[in-house]
């Protein structure tokens, strides 16, 4: 049984594996990864679709 399966196995008979974290830490990072939903065909488009990205990027972090 790999480490895994023997945390899981342990969670399951109520033996706890990891800590409960009551407040979630502070993310450091922020990652907005996308590719153009469809073919990319006029320089305006081109052009439009990172202030689009950037636009919901500040979104989420707000």
Same mark, same amino acid.
């Given at each position: 049984m790999t480490v895994v399966g023997l945390r899981t196995a342990w969670e =399951?008979?109520? %033996?706890?594996?990891?800590?409960? +974290? =009551?407040?979630?830490?502070? *993310?450091? #990072?922020?990652? *907005?990864?996308?590719?153009?939903? $469809? %073919?990319?065909? #006029? $320089?305006?488009? =081109? %052009? +439009?679709?990172?202030? $689009?990205?950037?636009? %919901?990027?500040? +979104?989420?972090?707000?």
């Open positions: =399951l008979r109520v %033996r706890s594996c990891l800590d409960l +974290e =009551l407040v979630r830490p502070d *993310r450091k #990072t922020l990652v *907005r990864s996308r590719l153009f939903g $469809k %073919r990319v065909q #006029t $320089k305006v488009n =081109l %052009r +439009e679709a990172p202030s $689009k990205h950037a636009q %919901r990027v500040v +979104e989420k972090l707000r």
